[in-house]
């Protein structure tokens, strides 16, 4: 419950968009919105049911076994470069919030936000600095207006308007998404969904300003349980589950750094 005190003062209503403060268990704005913090540690701010490709509770299993294996640990590396001077930070789909808790400065305080309840429970006992929030991307963030040192997004979708909204003047944004070389061996092999061709592009035309591009690719090997977690933690989870052999593969990531103040 700390983590969520430590950030309540980030928060903002996601019905009538006031501050919102702690009290006990619950949430609540001056308007009496209120939202109780779950057993579990999180609190859902969606309001409505979860959209349908939320992760789910498998999808976040293999995710937790995937991650906690270490093998993105070069990633999360990267990002913590990247935050080094943050003190209030949100991962936007942030999933088992491991990156966050990877990347989060020592004295900083993180806020883990996600649309799937599975992995708001899972973020809520990642660190405790993590505070975890269920919410839309695509909705808004329950975050107030320019409070932020840094927002991050790895593999998640992204509102570019909302990320900006929500930072703080000299703030960044931080995201990660894959090249099409990422995960090849297993694409080719599985019939994996593929990767469009100019993502980086896409996001950098999308936040209409250019960041610091910083490509993180490495060889790594997965034996039978870390392939098949792979395959079951992504998107092609939704295409039915499959046994994956250990094999080489080659992680292909590029970092998107966005300061919005400098570059104009
Ligand atoms: C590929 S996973 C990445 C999770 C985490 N960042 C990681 O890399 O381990 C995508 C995440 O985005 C979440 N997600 C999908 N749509 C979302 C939305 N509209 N708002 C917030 N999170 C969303 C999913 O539930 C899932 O946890
Ligand atoms: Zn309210």
């Not at 969606?46 to 299993?61: I, Y």
């Not at 349980?225 to 992504?234: Q, Y």
Request: net charge negative; charged share 20%.
């Amino acid at each position: 419950m700390s983590a969520l005190g430590d950030v309540a003062g980030w928060l903002r209503c996601p019905v009538c968009s006031d501050s919102l403060a702690l009290d006990d268990a619950t949430l609540r704005c001056p308007a009496l919105h209120s939202f109780d913090v779950a057993r579990q540690g999180y609190v859902n701010l969606l309001g409505r049911a979860a959209p349908k490709n939320a992760d789910t509770a498998e999808m976040v299993a293999a995710r937790d076994r995937f991650l906690s294996a270490g093998h993105y640990a070069p990633i999360m590396a990267a990002l913590a470069e990247r935050i080094a001077n943050a003190e209030r930070v949100l991962e936007a789909g942030a999933g088992t919030g491991h990156y966050l808790a990877a990347a989060l400065p020592s004295t900083a305080r993180g806020l883990a936000a996600d649309v799937s309840v599975p992995a708001a429970r899972r973020a809520a006992r990642a660190d405790p600095r993590v505070a975890s929030v269920v919410a839309d991307t695509w909705a808004g963030l329950p975050v107030r207006d320019a409070t932020l040192d840094a927002v991050l997004c790895v593999f998640a979708p992204r509102n570019p308007a909302e990320f900006l909204r929500v930072l703080r003047p000299g703030g960044r944004v931080v995201v990660v998404v894959p090249n099409t070389g990422h995960l090849a061996e297993l694409r080719a092999e599985h019939g994996l969904l593929g990767i469009e061709e100019d993502k980086a592009e896409r996001v950098e035309s999308a936040f209409g300003s250019a960041p610091d591009v910083e490509r993180v690719t490495f060889l790594t090997h997965l034996d039978e349980r870390a392939a098949t977690d792979i395959v079951a933690m992504g998107p092609n989870a939704f295409h039915g589950a499959r046994d994956v052999g250990a094999t080489n593969v080659t992680i292909d990531v590029s970092i998107l750094t966005f300061c919005p103040t400098l570059t104009g």
